[in-house]
Nanobody
Framework: QVQLVESGGGLVQAGGSLRLSCAAS????????MAWFRQAPGKERVFVAV????????YYADNVKGRFTISRDNAKNTVYLQMNSLKPEDTAEYYC?????????????????WGQGTQVTVSS
């Protein structure tokens, strides 16, 4: 069982930066594929970024590539999402997700564990 707790959301002006954190419980954090998804009001939840330390890859959605960076600290059981050059269209609830066996890691149904979400609002 894994519990995920996000933090770091807030209100920021366009062009600004935020860093989201997701703290995970459990002793095998390094084995988990960790991802960020987001859901804007009235829209479906969509993939943002993923990191698999065991698989050795990191991947981003096209619309955040070059602006967002996912990283993890296995010693702290924490994954981060550094968001730079934020745009109003980045406004959404951001969710952390985890799974040991996410074979298609951009798909939300591959993840068995989810955090409660943290709100990011970017003003123009």
């Amino acid at each position: 069982q894994v519990q995920l707790v996000e933090s770091g959301g807030g209100l920021v002006q366009a062009g600004g930066s935020l860093r989201l954190s997701c703290a995970a419980s459990g002793r095998t954090f390094s084995s988990y594929t960790m991802a960020w998804f987001r859901q804007a009001p009235g829209k479906e939840r969509v993939f943002v970024a993923v990191n698999s330390w065991r698989g050795g890859f990191t991947y981003y959605a096209d619309n955040v590539k070059g602006r967002f960076t996912i990283s993890r600290d296995n010693a702290k059981n924490t994954v981060y999402l550094q968001m730079n050059s934020l745009k109003p269209e980045d406004t959404a609830e951001y969710y952390c997700a985890a799974d040991l066996y996410a074979r298609s890691p951009t798909l939300e149904n591959e993840y068995g564990y989810w955090g409660q979400g943290t709100q990011v609002t970017v003003s123009s």
